[in-house]
């Protein structure tokens, strides 16, 4: 049975950072894509980060050069470092894997999820 723990949320003020852990059981993180995504209050869920079995990552326009998507394989956790917060980054995080082969920023292609882990920015 595979399960995925979400840990690292909090409140922040605007400019700070905060780094979010996943932390799987039951799956290796090495075998598909693995990603991370949010949802604010009244919004759809978005994709915020992928990552490749290869390496490979990829960010939308809103969190590039702000956030970083790795993970550590002996320790089963993958994680999302988040800088340079900003207010409109608050919502509930997911991280998300068992994703397909194409390994894009769309929530119908993973198959496991975390439970959420709520990130506030204030200004």
């Known amino acids: 049975q595979v399960q995925l723990v979400e840990s690292g949320g909090g409140s922040v003020e605007a400019g700070g950072s905060l780094k979010l852990s996943c932390r799987a059981s039951?799956?290796?993180?090495?075998?598909?894509?693995s990603a991370w995504f949010r949802q604010a209050p009244g919004k759809e869920r978005e994709g915020v980060a992928t990552l490749d079995r290869d390496g490979t990552t990829n960010y939308p326009y809103s969190v590039k050069g702000r956030f970083t998507i790795f993970k550590d394989n002996a320790k089963d956790t993958l994680y999302l470092q988040m800088n340079r917060l900003k207010p409109e980054d608050t919502a509930m995080y997911y991280c998300?894997?068992?994703?397909?082969?194409?390994?894009?920023?769309?929530?119908?292609?993973?198959?496991?999820w975390g439970q959420g882990t709520q990130v506030t920015v204030s200004s």
């Open positions: 039951g799956y290796r993180y090495s075998r598909h894509c």
């Open positions: 998300a894997a068992g994703g397909s082969w194409a390994c894009r920023l769309r929530e119908e292609e993973y198959i496991y």
